[in-house]
């Protein structure tokens, strides 16, 4: 018997990654017009998805995954005789946890087999690196009540710290008021925001985009104090040219750099950078 890793694809797990350790990943949905729906990653490739945000008055939102899904992605494995542990966005931000959890249900009584079900309280880079240290976690050979445990406590360890140029998103998702975007944009204030405990939050607001990216690194400089205890990831779109160099201006070593999806996409737009970070397991 082995332990078969499920995420979903808010985490943004690297493909190269999720192939190294073998994670399968249910893609959430994504739309532009409230009529067609488009599995991320697979129905609508990243450059396609960068492309239509770029658009004007595009305002995309996404969907957690049906059902039907989690029950044949979980089946597929427990019919492999394998556990699975699936790690899920933050349940504050999205449904995906409680879909899981039911699903997990429906099957629990017709197999053998543990399903654990985690909320990442977190979702792009923090639920990326939590899954990397259930990795960690798994190679050790921890027993599945071991890694529960574990992750529920290194999880409380993990956030991400961005900014974003364009309020229009965050107006439109309801996160900022119309006057307070527009007021924004005319005075070119971009936000420092946090998530944090499964929510986002914002922790500042400052003028100009290059102030904003130094803010953000102070803000990560200032709260994570001995960055070695850590596992650190760069966020940013893989396409927007503005935030190439973004990874090289922390002050760490080994930093992943990780590419963000529809699932903080759409909520921001095509500009966002940030800091991901959760204390190393071992």
């Given at each position: 018997m082995s332990v078969k890793i499920i995420t979903d694809s808010s985490a943004d797990i690297l493909p190269e990654l999720a192939e190294k350790?073998?994670?399968?990943?249910?893609?959430?949905?994504?739309?532009?017009?409230?009529?067609?729906?488009?599995?991320?990653?697979?129905?609508?490739?990243?450059?396609e998805f960068y492309e239509k945000l770029c658009m004007p008055e595009a305002s995309p939102k996404t969907s957690c995954p049906p059902?039907?899904?989690?029950?044949?992605?979980?089946?597929?494995?427990?019919?492999?005789?394998?556990?699975?542990?699936?790690?899920?966005?933050?349940a504050k931000l999205s449904t995906c946890y409680q879909c899981a959890v039911s699903a997990a249900q429906m099957l629990m009584d017709s197999y053998d087999?543990?399903?654990?079900?985690?909320?990442?309280?977190?979702?792009?880079?923090?639920?990326?690196?939590?899954?990397l240290e259930i990795v960690k976690m798994l190679e050790d050979g921890l027993s599945l009540n071991e890694i529960e445990k574990k992750a529920?406590?290194?999880?409380?360890?993990?956030?991400?710290?961005?900014?974003?140029?364009?309020?229009?998103?965050?107006?439109?998702?309801?996160?900022?008021?119309?006057?307070?975007?527009?007021?924004?944009?005319?005075?070119?204030?971009?936000?420092?925001?946090?998530?944090?405990?499964?929510?986002?939050?914002?922790?500042?607001?400052?003028?100009?985009?290059?102030?904003?990216?130094e803010e953000v690194l102070n803000q990560f400089d200032s709260n994570i104090i001995n960055k070695s205890e850590y596992s650190i990831c760069?966020?940013?779109?893989?396409?927007?040219?503005?935030?190439?160099?973004?990874?090289?201006?922390?002050?760490c070593d080994n930093v992943i750099n990780l590419y963000l999806g529809a699932a903080i996409g759409?909520?921001?737009?095509p500009t966002p950078v940030g800091i991901a970070y959760i204390k190393k397991y071992r």
């Open positions: 350790y073998d994670i399968s990943i249910i893609p959430l949905y994504i739309s532009f017009d409230n009529e067609n729906y488009y599995k991320e990653n697979i129905d609508i490739s990243p450059e059902m039907a899904d989690y029950i044949s992605l979980f089946e597929k494995e427990l019919k492999k005789n394998n556990d699975i542990i699936y790690i899920s966005i933050s087999n543990d399903i654990l079900v985690i909320d990442s309280i977190g979702a792009t880079g923090s639920q990326a690196l939590l899954i529920n406590e290194l999880k409380h360890s993990s956030g991400v710290y961005f900014t974003l140029d364009d309020l229009s998103f965050l107006q439109k998702g309801g996160r900022i008021g119309k006057a307070a975007a527009l007021m924004g944009t005319i005075l070119n204030i971009k936000p420092i925001l946090k998530v944090e405990n499964g929510e986002v939050v914002p922790v500042g607001k400052i003028r100009g985009r290059k102030k904003a990216v760069a966020l940013k779109f893989k396409q927007n040219p503005d935030a190439e160099n973004f990874a090289e201006l922390l002050d759409c909520h921001t737009g």
